[in-house]
C-alpha cells in the first residue's frame, strides 16, 4: 500500500512527500533569506500559512453540507482533505502580498518553491506506487461465525477497514465508518480487527454502541502483512476484481471515504474486462 514506516512512525506516502517537500522549501528558503533579505523569509512564512489554508479551503468547500453537520472537522486535518488549486491560490495570494514591491526576490523564492515541489514529487513517484494487489486466498472467520475469504468476494466493490479497539483513530473514525457501510448498499464493507480475540472484539463493538455487519477476527494481523500496512487504521479500496485500487493509512475522513467509494464503483465495467 501507499504507506511507509520509518523507526516507529508509519506515514502514508503523500502526507510523506508533503512534509518532506515543506521542509525543504522551509529550510532553502531560510537559507536564502540571510543572502537576499529578510523579506524572503516573511514570503516562506506565509505561502506556507496561506498554501495551507488554501488547501484546506479548496476541500471544505464543494464538501460544506458534510462538514455543516460537523464543523469542527474543519480543522481536522489529520483526517487528510487538501486541495492542489486551493493550495496554488493561498500561494499565488503571498506571492502578491509580499513580493509585488520586491521584484528582486522572485527568482529565490521561485526557486525555492521549485525545490520543494521537486522532492514532493520525486517522493510520490519513488514511493507512491500503488501494486495492483490481489486479494488473498485464505479464510478469515467472522464474529457471527461465518468465514471470508476476499479473493472469492468478485463482483462488488470492497472496502476493507483495518483496526484495533487500542487504536485512538481508528475508535475516532469507526462510528463514521458503520454509518458510511450502512449509506453505500451497493458497496461491500469489511471491518478485519487486527491481532485481538474475537470476545474483546465483541465486547468493544457492543460498549462502543456500534452494529457492523461483517467483522473479521484476523488474530494474526494476516491482512496487515498482505496488503503491506504498516500502521492502524489503515482503509483499503478493492475494485470488483479482487485488486486493490488504492489504501488510506490513518484516520479518514467521510469526504475522502466518499471519494474513494465513487473511484471503485464507478469503473466497474472498464476494470472488469
Not at 486551493?86 to 513580493?99: E, K, N, P, S
Not at 463493538?205 to 461483517?214: N, S
Not at 484516520?251 to 474513494?260: F, G, K, V
Request: hydrophobic share 50%; proline share 5%; net charge neutral.
Amino acid at each position: 500500500m501507499n504507506a511507509i514506516s520509518i523507526g516507529p512512525f508509519a506515514f502514508d506516502v503523500e502526507r510523506l512527500a508533503a512534509i518532506l517537500g515543506i521542509g525543504v522549501f522551509l529550510a532553502l528558503a531560510s537559507l536564502l533569506s540571510s543572502r537576499a533579505g529578510s523579506r524572503l523569509g516573511l514570503w516562506s512564512t506565509m505561502t506556507l500559512v496561506l498554501g495551507l489554508i488554501g488547501a484546506r479551503a479548496g476541500h471544505v468547500l464543494p464538501h460544506l453540507e458534510s462538514f455543516f453537520v460537523e464543523p469542527w472537522r474543519i480543522l481536522a486535518f489529520w483526517q487528510g482533505g487538501f486541495s492542489a488549486t486551493g493550495a496554488l491560490v493561498g500561494i499565488l495570494i503571498a506571492a502578491v502580498l509580499v513580493l509585488r514591491r520586491s521584484a528582486r526576490l522572485l527568482p529565490w523564492a521561485v526557486g525555492s518553491l521549485a525545490a520543494g515541489g521537486l522532492i514532493w514529487f520525486s517522493t510520490i513517484a519513488l514511493l507512491g506506487t500503488s501494486a495492483a494487489i490481489a486479494a488473498p486466498d485464505t479464510r478469515l472467520a467472522t464474529l457471527d461465525g461465518r468465514s471470508i475469504v476476499l479473493s472469492e468476494r468478485a463482483g462488488r466493490p470492497l472496502v476493507v477497514n483495518l483496526w484495533a479497539s487500542w487504536c485512538p483513530p481508528c475508535r475516532r473514525e469507526m462510528p463514521m465508518m458503520a454509518e458510511m457501510a450502512r449509506s453505500h448498499p451497493q458497496t461491500d464493507f469489511i471491518f478485519a480487527n487486527q491481532g485481538e480475540e474475537a470476545a474483546r472484539i465483541a465486547d468493544y463493538l457492543t460498549d462502543a454502541g456500534i452494529a457492523i455487519e461483517t467483522v473479521i477476527a484476523d488474530q494474526t494481523s494476516l491482512l496487515s502483512r498482505h496488503y503491506g500496512a504498516p500502521g492502524l487504521p489503515a482503509t483499503l479500496f478493492i475494485y470488483p476484481n479482487g485488486t486493490l485500487a488504492t489504501s488510506h493509512l490513518g484516520e479518514i475522513s467521510r469526504e475522502s471515504l466518499s471519494e474513494q467509494i465513487s473511484r471503485i464503483a464507478a469503473p466497474l465495467a472498464e476494470k472488469d474486462i
